[in-house]
């Protein structure tokens, strides 16, 4: 095993990843072989990373292993270099199944031999911004970009993507020049679907090139999108077992649903639901809803000893919480007693027996056969009912079924000793089944027409047909989809009780985790993370993003949703000494700047206000636009511009205080810059937040040999005790949600009291990273 796991390291896989893919027993087999003819053709055993990956691409994708070798030799021989074009390969060679295939057809529609210059490149996009020029003029950075790019992808099909994006960026901004502060407004958008929907076009890719389809998740997977089978056309889909019975048990199917897609999302109760969850959930009940179907929750309860009722509730309210309403609630547990009849009859039918080696010597690979695999059926029978009655001790006996996986895993168990009382059972039973034998059995009770699950499920799909069949029972279909994964995270339910146990974070809802507990208490809004998952798309490989791309669907949601309010976290005071000392008026201030149709509140203006310390300077350097001596600005809002009489400081040195006086902004020239302030304020805590993790992948020993605990990043929150906020958030709820101005997007805290309100930063400005 070390040594495969070296080979497949050695074409650049991550350690977890070459272990992986070991357990797919003809995954690796076809790898190896694409490995052993690669180092054949290159005379040698070392093979670049990029011709590494897509040789695993290739393998993963490949249906047709007579073509391995012809397209191993065109990876390796630097004629397929990109995920483009091997995409292009294999659609290629699905379609043109015969023996002989036309080398100048398929090197045409892969483009090998093609090079797209940079001026090539230049050309083409100058031409698509002259098309575009007059709406860029009009709309500037409010203008669809993702139309540029997808115009220039098609016209430059083989080009590198980024190559063209830099192109793209490059040339809009010698068209508009850099970005103002009202390009930063996002424009009014037009009337959205209704809310029920939470139904958004996401019209870029992550990296901001046109997306596969600019389609909304509903889209993505309503009617025949996924080449799923329709209800009731089970046998039509690839690797389902027909028996003689399926048609009589398809059609008793039909007949109990009328028809209707039936989906479910059947979580563990031992933990919080995180944001690969939110895929599933997104996936399990979107697609019911896209297709007029219902989708079950339905709680796999069948490990007493690590599931808690708070976790039951945390998982429903998560549910509700993105949106979703499960057509009903189930249990595994809902169906102990028929799941017990249905073990029984599979010993009858001989497709089952008692074992009595233990849970040690069924571990690892190449098992041997179990001694007991042969046992007279009536022995089994009466074993099994002795195991049900208590007469065995835990890991004294399990019931495992005669049959192989796909990973190669033999006789999986079915059922196993547990003296632990069940959260709904009780001391009932004592015997409790096991994922292999539960998952199938409850998609056939329940009548689930799809079966969608991860892709590490992939192993078991045979398995689960099998069961069904060997009981005779109505068969679903599995189908796996790409999990989610997020870099600079751990989600793993036993990591993070190690970092609520080390004091690393608070609970499973700290705003630094990514639970969706923790997400929610930070500020995202659930119809972000809906949109993120649809951003993603319905994607049948492992998918692995950057959290900036979620916090960017984050501001996209709260831009909209936000009201705005003005807030310092680092206050300095300021005293307008041309005001009189009781001068007091009201400020309106819009909660929506780019709309103002949609409300406003008021803030009181007197003679002290407080600014942020950045906000002034001293001494004045090049570039600097804000409040120095010799510079005046404006605050936004109120009408006024200030300039600085007197700069006051304390014992240290440090600037404490300045006295300004101010004038009516119509009365003088423009300022430079517009600054937030506040005045008569709240005090409040504000706490920051930034990456939990220094490295992007802390659970990978090749980044963090000491151990995930060892990488913990230790600016990741800073606590603000003393911030000030506008009185308009004094009668806000937790989780209502702000856009402190030039600050970030914040969402109160459940911490806060009637005293202190503490709000969390949910992300930074959207800004221009060179605005000073």
């Not at 095993?1 to 027993?25: H, P, R, W, Y």
């Not at 709820?733 to 969390?760: H, I």
């Amino acid at each position: 095993m070390a040594d495969a796991v070296s080979i497949f390291m050695s074409i650049g896989l991550s350690e977890q990843k070459a272990k992986e893919t070991l357990k797919n027993e003809a995954l690796s087999s076809t790898l190896k072989k694409a490995i052993e003819q690669a180092q054949g053709l290159l005379g040698s055993a070392s093979i670049d990373k990029t011709a590494g990956t897509l040789l695993y691409n290739m393998v993963t994708r490949l249906k047709d292993s007579n073509r391995l070798s012809f397209l191993t030799e065109y990876i390796i021989r630097q004629k397929i270099t990109s995920e483009l074009q091997l995409s292009a390969a294999l659609d290629f060679i699905k379609s043109h199944p015969q023996e002989n295939l036309d080398r100048l057809e398929f090197e045409a529609a892969c483009g090998v031999g093609v090079v797209v210059t940079p001026e090539q490149i230049e050309d083409a996009v100058e031409l698509i911004i002259r098309k575009h020029k007059d709406q860029l003029l009009a709309e500037r950075y409010r203008f669809n970009m993702g139309i540029l790019m997808g115009e220039a992808r098609t016209a430059l099909k083989w080009a590198d993507g980024k190559i063209v994006k830099n192109e793209v960026d490059m040339q809009v901004l010698h068209l508009l020049g850099s970005k103002t502060e009202a390009d930063l407004e996002k424009k009014p958008k037009a009337a959205k679907p209704k809310a029920a929907e939470k139904d958004v076009k996401i019209e870029q890719d992550v990296n901001g090139e046109a997306n596969t389809e600019g389609k909304s998740l509903m889209e993505q997977l309503r009617g025949e999108a996924l080449k799923f089978h329709k209800p009731g056309e089970n046998y039509k889909t690839e690797g389902y077992v027909v028996t003689p019975n399926t048609m009589n048990l398809l059609k008793k199917h039909l007949e109990e649903t009328g028809g209707q897609v039936r989906t479910r999302f059947p979580p563990e109760p031992n933990g919080i639901l995180h944001i690969g969850h939110a895929k599933a959930i997104n996936f399990n009940f979107g697609y019911a809803k896209a297709n007029n179907g219902i989708c079950f929750l339905r709680y796999d309860d069948t490990n007493p000893e690590k599931e808690e009722e708070k976790y039951f509730t945390a998982i429903k309210e998560m549910v509700e919480w993105l949106g979703y309403k499960p057509y009903t609630v189930t249990h595994a547990s809902d169906h102990f007693q028929l799941l017990y009849d249905l073990a029984v009859d599979l010993i009858r039918r001989g497709h089952a027996y008692v074992c009595h080696q233990r849970g040690e010597e069924l571990k690892g690979h190449n098992v041997p056969p179990s001694p007991w695999r042969e046992r007279p059926m009536e022995e089994s029978l009466l074993l099994f009912d002795r195991m049900r009655k208590g007469i065995f001790a835990e890991g004294e006996v399990t019931l495992r079924m005669k049959m192989v996986m796909e990973d190669g895993k033999m006789d999986p168990v079915a059922y196993r000793i547990k003296y632990t009382p069940h959260h709904r059972t009780g001391d009932t039973w004592c015997i409790y089944p096991t994922y292999d034998y539960t998952h199938c059995l409850c998609d056939s009770i329940e009548n689930i027409t799809h079966s969608l699950c991860t892709k590490e499920f992939q192993s078991r799909r045979s398995s689960y047909f099998w069961l069904c069949n060997a009981l005779d029972l109505y068969c679903p279909v599995q189908w796996e989809y790409g999990r989610l994964n997020l870099t600079y995270t751990v989600v793993s339910k036993r990591k993070i009780i190690k970092l609520v146990e080390t004091g690393v974070v608070r609970d499973w809802d700290d705003p630094r985790l990514f639970t969706l507990t923790a997400l929610r208490r930070r500020g995202f809004p659930p119809l972000a993370i809906n949109n993120f998952c649809a951003r993603v798309g319905v994607t049948v490989a492992q998918t692995t993003m950057e959290p900036h791309l979620l916090e960017a669907c984050v501001r996209e949601v709260l831009n909209d949703t936000a009201p705005r309010a003005m807030a310092i976290l680092e206050p300095l005071k300021v005293t307008i000494t041309n005001l009189p000392t009781n001068a007091q008026k009201e400020v309106r201030v819009p909660d929506f700047p780019a709309n103002e149709a949609k409300g406003s509140h008021v803030v009181p203006f007197s003679k002290t206000i407080f600014i942020e310390q950045s906000d002034f300077r001293e001494v004045m350097e090049k570039g600097y636009k804000r409040l120095t001596p010799d510079q005046p600005v404006g605050l936004r809002h109120a009408g006024y511009v200030i300039s600085v009489q007197h700069v006051i400081k304390d014992g240290c040195g440090k600037v404490c205080e300045l006295e300004v006086t101010c004038a009516s902004s119509d009365s003088v020239e423009k300022p430079k810059a517009f600054i937030h302030w506040v005045s008569d304020p709240l005090r409040c805590e504000v706490r920051l937040y930034e990456r939990l993790f220094l490295h992007k992948n802390p659970e990978d020993p090749a980044e963090v040999p000491a151990g995930f605990l060892n990488d913990i990043n230790p600016n990741s929150l800073t606590e603000i005790e003393s911030a000030l906020v506008d009185r308009s958030v004094g009668k806000a709820k937790v989780f209502d949600k702000f856009q402190f101005e030039r600050v970030g997007y914040f969402s109160l805290d459940p911490d806060s009291t009637s005293e202190k309100l503490v709000f969390n930063r949910t992300v930074t400005l959207k800004e221009d990273p060179g605005k000073i």
